[in-house]
C-alpha cells in the first residue's frame, strides 16, 4: 500500500522543477524590527564612519580627549543595546559582537550582562558559577 501523504523531502525536491522558490526571509531582515536590532544598524553605521575617520586622520592629531568626543554617540549606543533584553537570537549575536568588540575580547562569564542574560535565556541563571 503506498501512502498520497507528501513528504517535505518530496516537496523540497519538486520545488525546481516547478520553478517554485522557497521564500526565507534573511535572519537581518526578520529581526530588523527588534529595538536591538534597530539600534544595532545605528552602531554598524556609526562604526563604519568612526573606521574612516580614523583611517584618513593622522594619530598625532587625535588626542584622548578628541577621541572620546568621537566615540562617545558611539558608547551611547552601546549602552543602550545592552540595556534592551533579547526577543531574537538575533538580539544576543548583536550584543554578543559589541560585548566581545567584534570577537576580540573574551568577557567575564561570571558577572558579565551578557552573559548572565545568555544563562537566563537557557533557564540556567546559576550554570558555572559553582
Known sequence: MTSNRLSRRS???ALPA???ALAVAAPAEAE???PVMQLFGQWCRMRDRLERISETVDPGRLT???MDRLYAPRDRIEARILAEPCQTAGDFAAKMIIETCLGGLAVQWE?????Q???FLVGKPNLGLG
Open 111 to 115: 558577572n558579565n550582562p551578557v552573559w
Open 64 to 66: 584622548n580627549d578628541r
Open 11 to 13: 516537496l523540497l525536491t
Open 18 to 20: 516547478t520553478g517554485a
Open 32 to 34: 530588523s524590527q527588534t
Open 117 to 119: 542574560e545568555a544563562r
